[in-house]
């Protein structure tokens, strides 16, 4: 049995280094619109809201102490379009634009003590001119000196404005890009000193003393590291920079520079941008791989990371990117969240409960915070993690890893350990110098997979698993395979937001538009009567249920009606971080499959033209994958010019091309385009410009999608229908669902890519000893079986105990879409079971039919 001894010996707690010795739990980064559907939940289901806040923040052992705002530039920066505050420098900042801000604001109800901190993404266009050289590899000499003042007052302005319309001052702010590969001393020096002196142009009452407090964080590095060897060699730079942070790295430089911050010089370290558990606990603990709720990139892959990061490089604050994924599923890094929220319509969230638990180890346990909050301090020299891997486990992981943390008062200590290895690892601890009572007691808690099959996948989460006695000042704690451990001299057994219950959304999901009449499935014409007055304002004029993925939608006034306009023109157009593709919008269902959107839109005519195939418009059918922020992501795509060409695009691919004559740019027109089954019609004004039937694998069902070019094209209604025989989904199973049943030799795999369903898969190679199957219970007309196909498979389908198809051979598609599609069937409740009879078959979701 694997055996590690420690001493946990309080004589030995630092009660001097300030906050860069103190235990600041988890922080939840709002950003690349991550968040942007909690404007809809807030809505539409305030309840449901305000319970994901209060998972989050709320209650006596708050799981977050930090939330950070990316600031937008109106552009894509991975997942989406985050708004910028201000589009101009002369405009007022709109601190409503985006979630962040007011996300912050209600996060403060609940914690008022909250710690937040800002930094940007790139520049937004007004900025792009001046800054064009940040993305040089030495911008802090070909950056002029004379950018630094604009770009100051952006941050000020945004700062000052959430203050005046939120009430709160933001707490730390990161003058660098996000993620730059070269930091900027020179304008960081400089913004440390502007922000610490400026005492002018302020509003009146403003707390400007509090302002110039204000701490700089940095440089928000990813992976790279140099920032601690600047730090370290420049005693200038030190005096301004209160806390270091970088992403996606457990280590320490070569030279120690960041854990020589801490301990030499008392800074604080954060791992300011890390990852969220992926794929849930309740897929992961059907994996083949037996590692229960462990694995890659699980939650006991990440606590490891917080208990590894602290000791390879004294990082005392994890920032979750994302905590919430308020985002519709299939942009870039989905499925990489504490809890999921992409059903505002129904009010429907998902908990990773075992993923939360995890992280609940830590901050149920001991308090979180900053040292003018008492917070808990780490015992440094009882504290490892000799886990092989700088991010994701990737060797040794039967290592021992295990973080002390003591209250400053030397009365309660609590030990985590985390071990996602298949032997169990046995320590031996020996407690002194601490004023712990005469009869001290450790109570163990113990989270770990179920015991077996038929048992809940959260069954033994977070439970209290034995209470043992320091005898003589010593304990012996046995960490099992795959769990996470917590040993506490605290007496938690009876609270109950410590006691582990299943947390779940009080509303089950339905499918957008199921429940309306005469088949309208989603209408706006963006007047919005039936809600407050001040509805757009607040959101800062977001249109409902729209995720802007390159771009920036909003409701404007025109001539007393409302329209969403595309706001950013070619000259506003925003200094990439990365790249970003022209601007678009995701709006819908993932569960709609036939359809018809029909759009009243008028093209820009005003603002200068540079050729006519840069001014469009464009309508994308079933998008389901959305990686790279583009129109064109959807599988189906008609885009008209206002030369009057038109192209339908599928898979990225021109398939036919029409023309209308003496198109009319000044007044609107109506756009639609449809598809029922693999039938694709388009028609402008009622006349059809396209009629289409996809015979190549083609696909069923997905979101739509709204795009332009950078031109402030309008929309005054959208209007999304099911034709009468048209099929809707009800339901989506992930392969790993608890309600799909396997036989034979089956490879279940998890924390796979993200364009695969909660990033699973279940892979089957025909075996006529003994035949791979799978069941599940369906209620509909029928069911679809979604995965990629590599190679030619068969299966033989049966419902009811009949068989349907003794040989379908699934076509050979995409990731998320459908492999084969089972209609016809009478309505009402059946069972399925499908058998691979011939090849290899991947299987990555179940949908239900009616």
Request: charged share 25%.
């Amino acid at each position: 049995m694997n055996q590690t001894s420690f001493t946990i010996d309080g004589s030995q707690l630092d009660l001097e280094a300030g906050d860069a010795n103190t235990f600041k739990g988890f922080g939840y980064l709002s950003c690349n619109n991550s968040s942007r559907l909690l404007l809809d939940y807030k809505a539409e289901h305030r309840d449901s809201y305000d319970q994901i806040l209060q998972i989050l923040f709320g209650g006596r052992h708050p799981l977050m102490r930090m939330l950070k705002v990316e600031m937008g530039d109106d552009a894509n920066t991975s997942s989406g379009t985050e708004p910028a505050t201000m589009r101009s420098k002369d405009e007022t900042a709109n601190v409503k634009r985006g979630v962040g801000f007011q996300l912050i604001a209600d996060a403060k109800k609940l914690q008022p003590s909250l710690k937040t901190a800002v930094l940007r993404w790139g520049e937004p266009g007004w900025l792009r001119p001046l800054w064009v050289n940040v993305k040089t590899d030495d911008p802090d000499n070909n950056v002029a000196e004379s950018a630094f003042e604009p770009m100051y007052q952006w941050y000020k302005k945004t700062i000052v404005a959430a203050y005046e319309e939120y009430g709160y001052l933001i707490d730390y702010v990161d003058p660098d890009r996000n993620e730059t590969k070269h930091p900027m001393v020179k304008w960081i020096k400089w913004f440390a000193d502007r922000i610490a002196n400026d005492r002018n142009d302020f509003p009146s009452g403003f707390p400007i003393d509090q302002f110039n407090k204000i701490k700089l964080i940095a440089a928000d590095e990813n992976y790279e590291r140099d920032f601690g060897d600047m730090m370290i060699a420049d005693s200038e730079l030190r005096k301004r920079v209160s806390a270091v942070g970088y992403h996606y790295n457990t280590d320490d430089g070569e030279n120690m520079p960041f854990t020589k911050l801490a301990d030499d010089y008392h800074h604080e370290v954060w791992y300011s941008e890390g990852i969220a558990p992926m794929t849930m606990g309740k897929y992961r603990v059907r994996a083949s791989n037996g590692d229960g709720i462990g694995g890659v990139q699980s939650g006991l892959d990440v606590a490891n990371r917080l208990i590894k990061s602290y000791v390879n490089s004294r990082r005392s604050l994890y920032i979750f990117q994302p905590a919430v994924s308020a985002y519709y599923t299939g942009v870039n890094y989905s499925h990489k969240e504490l809890i999921n929220a992409n059903r505002p319509w129904s009010g429907y969230f998902e908990v990773d409960n075992v993923g939360l638990q995890c992280m609940k180890h830590f901050s149920d346990f001991a308090k979180a915070g900053w040292a003018d909050e008492d917070a808990w301090r780490y015992l440094t020299r009882a504290c490892d993690s000799s886990v092989g891997g700088t991010e994701n486990f990737d060797r040794n992981r039967e290592a021992p890893s295990y973080m002390t943390l003591v209250s400053p008062d030397k009365k309660n200590f609590s030990v985590i350990f985390d071990n996602d290895s298949a032997q169990p690892r046995t320590y031996q601890i020996q407690v002194k110098n601490l004023a712990t009572s005469a009869n001290q007691k450790l109570t163990v808690w113990e989270s770990i997979g179920p015991k077996d099959e038929q048992d809940a996948y959260d069954s033994r989460m977070k439970q209290v698993r034995e209470s043992l006695p320091l005898t003589d000042g010593t304990v012996e704690i046995t960490v099992n395979p795959h769990s996470i451990v917590t040993a506490t001299t605290l007496e938690l057994a009876d609270d109950p937001e410590v006691t582990y219950k299943r947390l779940e959304s009080p509303y089950a999901d339905h499918t957008l538009g199921s429940k309306g009449a005469n088949g309208v499935l989603y209408e706006d014409d963006f007047s919005y009567a039936g809600y407050p007055g001040n509805y757009l304002a607040s959101r800062g004029n977001t249109p409902r249920f729209t995720a802007d993925q390159g771009g920036a939608f909003e409701v404007v006034d025109d001539g007393g009606n409302h329209v969403v306009q595309q706001m950013i023109t070619e000259k506003q157009r925003a200094l990439d971080w990365e790249y970003s593709f022209a601007p678009n919008l995701t709006i819908g269902d993932d569960k709609w499959s036939d359809y018809q959107v029909a759009v009243a839109m008028k093209f820009d005519d005003q603002t200068q033209q540079n050729s006519p195939t840069g001014n469009y418009f464009g309508i994308g059918l079933r998008e389901m994958t959305d990686v790279k922020g583009r129109l064109e992501s959807a599988p189906y795509v008609f885009k008209i010019y206002i030369d009057g060409s038109c192209q339908l695009i599928k898979d990225d691919r021109i398939v036919s091309l029409n023309y209308v004559d003496e198109l009319d740019l000044t007044i609107s027109h109506q756009i639609s385009f449809v598809a029922v089954g693999n039938r694709l019609t388009a028609s402008i004004d009622e006349k059809q410009v396209f009629d289409y039937t996809d015979s190549d694998n083609p696909h069923f069902s997905g979101r739509v999608k709204l795009g332009s070019g950078y031109y402030q094209t309008q929309i005054s209604q959208i209007t999304v229908t099911k034709p009468q025989s048209g099929h809707l989904i009800s339901k989506r199973l992930d392969d790993l669902d608890a309600a799909i049943t396997y036989k034979g030799n089956w490879q279940h795999v998890c924390g796979l890519g993200n364009t695969k369903w909660n990033r699973t898969l279940s892979t089957a190679t025909a075996d006529d000893s003994q035949v791979p199957t799978f069941d599940f219970d369906f209620t509909g007309t029928g069911f679809s079986l979604i995965g990629q196909q590599a190679a030619k498979a068969a299966l033989k389908i049966a419902v009811d105990g009949v068989v349907i198809d003794w040989n379908l051979v699934p076509q050979i598609g995409v990731d998320r879409a459908e492999n084969a599609v089972i209609l016809g069937l009478a309505a009402g409740k059946h069972h399925a079971t499908v058998s691979v009879v011939g090849g290899s078959y991947t299987l990555d979701a179940v949908d239900w039919i009616n």
